[in-house]
């Protein structure tokens, strides 16, 4: 077993207890959920753990009940962008999987590529394009975790989109649904390269997502991924991109995020 793991989970384990639901929250969205009975613990205190520098984004750990769900949830990720490396970024999904979490909800803020989208849209993912270059299972597998060549045909667990679609119905929210596209960043695309994503089938560009996703799939998680479309993507709109834009809309969609996030926990 991988010791940094462990050791990671063990001392999380210890403070915060054991969940079923991981919950990643996305640029803008990390105080958007509240757990009840809230055990939490900074980054820096878990051993060997790296700590998020993105701005609206934070460095905490919370394990607590969501709709009556043990969730552990981070506020706060690390995206390829900051320098971490691929085992920094997805260290979190493997210390979830220690502490039994079976179904990961994965969220971030994209920009629209979809042209029927509008700034504030939350997207259901339906698949992803790798475009980044990298994969967090490069190097020698880790059988304790999963096989060498993980399927990826169902990334993001089918027999769980329905939840997600009649929650939202519930809630009068119109769930939009598309593929996520991973570019490195942190430059945002241009607008070629953002021609080339609608091209080749995506409806949404973001920074993150797809290594924790990955990941979460070699270790046999299931997964939900929700996409706040905080933005036009670059040279749709007659306007520059600003990560300001980006935690504004973040902001203005909390409460329809925690609203399904928490209806979504319920029925799991
Ligand atoms: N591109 C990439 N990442 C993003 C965007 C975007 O337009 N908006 C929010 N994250």
Redesign the pocket.
Known sequence: MNERVKKAADVIRERCGDAEIGLILG?GLADSVMLEDAKTIAYQDIPDFPLSTATGHKSEWVTGKLNGKKVCMMRGRFHFYEGWRTEDIVLPVRVMKLLGVKTLIVTN???GVNLSYTPGDLMLITDHINYSGVNPLIGPNDDDFGTRFPDMSTAYTPALRPVVRECAKELGIDLKEGVYMW?S?PS??TPAEIRMARVLGADA???STVPEVIAARHAGMDIIGITCI??M??GILDQP?THKE?METGEKVRGNFSALIGSVVGKL
Do not use: K, P, Q, R
Request: charged share 5%.
């Open positions: 640029s803020a994209a920009g570019f960043g945002y695309e560009v973001g920074m905080t933005n993507a670059a991109l980006v």
